[in-house]
């Protein structure tokens, strides 16, 4: 897997498993892969996988159950998009609202393109 160098890959891992929770392939309450699993599909390092199993426990996002494995968190979902919308807008939207000023696009333009996509 190629990962981007502005960025941990750990956090690059924890995206990837964020997108499977809002896109709900892995639902609330439901075991995930293992960190030797997301290890080897990532091919990375145990303990970089196990950081990023961190993290997201940290913020509530799965949980362990001691000897079964990793879970999704009951409120999994919730906390993942809050967790996301909150990364958007202080990383994304502040540049992105910097290119509209500077190439003078009219945001009628960009709700324009939303509604067609």
Partial sequence: MEFNENQ????????????????KKWKEGERIPSVRDIA???EVNPNTAMR???????????YN??????????DGYKK????????FMKNDVP??????KLLNIDIKEIVTLF???
Wanted: contains cysteine; charged residues 20%.
């Fill in 80 to 87: 993942t998009l809050a967790y996301k919308k909150d990364e």
């Fill in 52 to 62: 990023t199993f961190t993290y997201l426990q940290d913020l509530e996002i799965i």
């Fill in 40 to 42: 080897v599909i990532t």
């Fill in 65 to 74: 159950k001691r000897g079964i494995g990793y879970f999704v968190a009951n």
């Fill in 8 to 23: 941990a890959i750990y956090l690059q891992i924890a995206d990837i498993m964020c997108e499977n929770i809002l896109l």
């Fill in 115 to 117: 509604k067609n996509n």
């Fill in 95 to 100: 540049f992105f609202l910097k290119n509209l």
